[in-house]
Every structure is written in C-alpha cells, then in structure tokens.
C-alpha cells in the first residue's frame, strides 16, 4: 500500500517528490516541497475552532466532580490516576502559569535529571517512562520528559480539563444546619487579571462548584500553599510552616499526611508542608507523585461518601 501511495505521488509530482528521503521514512509521511500547499483556512474560523470549545468546556466544567489546584508533579499525578480510575468523574485542574509543571521542569538547581525514590518507580512504569535503577533510587533522564509525558496522559483522558493560565483566589464554602463548614468549590480569575487587581477597577471571578478540591499548589513563595493560607487567614486551619530539608523525613511524612485537611479540602505535595511543618526534600520527586496517588485516592473516599 505503501509502494503504491509513493509510485503515485511519484507520477503526481514528477522527480521532485523523494521517497527514499529518510524523514519522509521516519514519519510514514511524504511531502513534495514544491508543490507543498496547507488546506485553505479563514482567519475567523481558527478563532471559533478555540473559543467555542473554551466556552463550552467553561460551561460544561462549572460544575465538576473534582477541582485538581496546581499542576505540578503532585496535582498532574493525582489528576491522571483519578482520571483514569474514575472516566465517570469530571475532574478540572486549574493552573496559574501558562505553562504546567511547577517546579518540575528541571531535576534540581537547573540539572535534567530525575531523582525518584522507590517503591515510586511503580508509577514511572506505568505512565511508560525508561529509567535508570539505581538500586533504592531511579533516575529519568529529563524531568521535562517525566513532567509531559505525565500531562499529554492525562489530558488525553476524556474527562480531564486543564483550565492553565487561570488563577484560584478563593475558595467556595456552604454551611450545613449544624454550623459546619465545607468546601464546595472554587473560585478563579485569568491569572493575567489576577496580577492586576491593584491597578485595574474590580474585575470580579468566576465559579467551579465541586464536591471535592486537591490542592497542590507546592510550598509558601510568590504563589504557592494557596488553599492553606486562605483558610489559616480565616482561622479555619492552624498554619505552620515548613521544615529544612530532610530528604529521609520529609518524603515518607508527605506521603502519609496526604489527605483531607479540611472538609471538602484535600491536601497534597509540598503545600502539605505549609500546614504540617514537614520538612521539605529537595529535589526528589518520590513523594510527589505518590502524594498525588494517595490524594486520588482520599479524594474517591469523600466524594463516594
Ligand atoms: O503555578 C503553581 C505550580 O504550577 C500552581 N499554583 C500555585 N498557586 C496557584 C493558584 N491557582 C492555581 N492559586 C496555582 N495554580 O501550583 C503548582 C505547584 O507546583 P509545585 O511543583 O510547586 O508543587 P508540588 O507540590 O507539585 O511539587 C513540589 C516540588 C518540590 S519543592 C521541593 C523543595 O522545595 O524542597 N522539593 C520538591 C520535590
């Protein structure tokens, strides 16, 4: 089938076209550059094609099963276990960057490599991942490789919305007959917006109500621990702060402490650590992604109740 397509596009394009040409092999594709012309395209057409989609996603989101916050290595890792455990739940992770990743993108201190610790190699193996095993330890050969190949599965997943370049600056609360607060959802703004509630006139949010939150949004800095602080703000939740690095401490006590903080509000990766004092473990993402698994799996417990 193949020899036939090349001999007519052969017959189609003259000498031009190459079919021995090794690009053209590697990708089972054949291009003649000469003749090479893209499908017509109107310029409005592109812009529907995005934001019929955007708004439909919006409005189809605004009321979710579970809202995933932060999609770093802990909220991507529960946000694809729980995607693929669960294809009934419809599950919006909402990003402040543009890009996602967190503080993943690189290994540590600008370095490509991955350190994990076992027994995480289980779920390296599962997303597909080569490594390296080292004996107690695995290692991926670029963080960004583990950190992509996590997203594109996950937002594979056909219940799985990745709200990125949007902002959560608050959180939704319902009070029940006895007095007892819970989360219901949260609230968001585009993060460019959110970036200029000081010089801009009030630009007011937008709304995703869910029976559940992840939080993942990492340690204390510019943007991180969000949930934690706004509810320590309020008095809802004692804030501590977190601990120096103690790799041996901080993983295993992350991955136990991983779970519902406050109701509706689970907790999960380094903004663990703004709430409990754990230490925090440098760069060895074990217990990210084992964090994010067990978040899934606290998550299923309080959204089946
Ligand atoms: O942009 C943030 C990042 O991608 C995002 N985020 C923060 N605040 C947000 C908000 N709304 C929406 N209000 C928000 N998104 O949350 C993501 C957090 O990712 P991260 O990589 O910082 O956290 P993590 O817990 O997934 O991984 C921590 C990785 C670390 S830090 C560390 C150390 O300092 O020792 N060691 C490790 C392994």
Redesign the pocket.
Known sequence: EKKMLLAKLSLKHGNHFNSKSPVAKAISSVYDWDTFKFAPIRESTVSRAMTKRYFADLDNYAESDVVI?????????AAYVLGKARPDLKIAI????V??????FLG?QLFSAMVLRKPADTFIRELGLEYEDEGDYIVVKHAALFITTLCSKTLALPNVKLFNA????DLITRTDESGDSRIAG?V?NW?LV?MHHDDQSCMDPNTINSKVIIS????D?P?????VKRLAELGLLKRNH?GC?DMNR?EDSIVKNTREVFPGLIC??????ECDSH???????G??VL??VKAAEEALNVYDL
């Open positions: 916050v932060g999609a770093g290595s802990a909220g991507l890792s909402i990003e402040a960057n890009a996602v990743g967190g503080g993943c540590g949007t902002c959560v600056e949260v968001t993060t959110s993942c949004t990492g340690h800095g943007m991180g621990a969000f949930c977190m690095l901080a999960a990766g380094m903004e663990l650590s230490n925090r473990m440098g760069p060895t993402f217990a990210m964090s994010g």
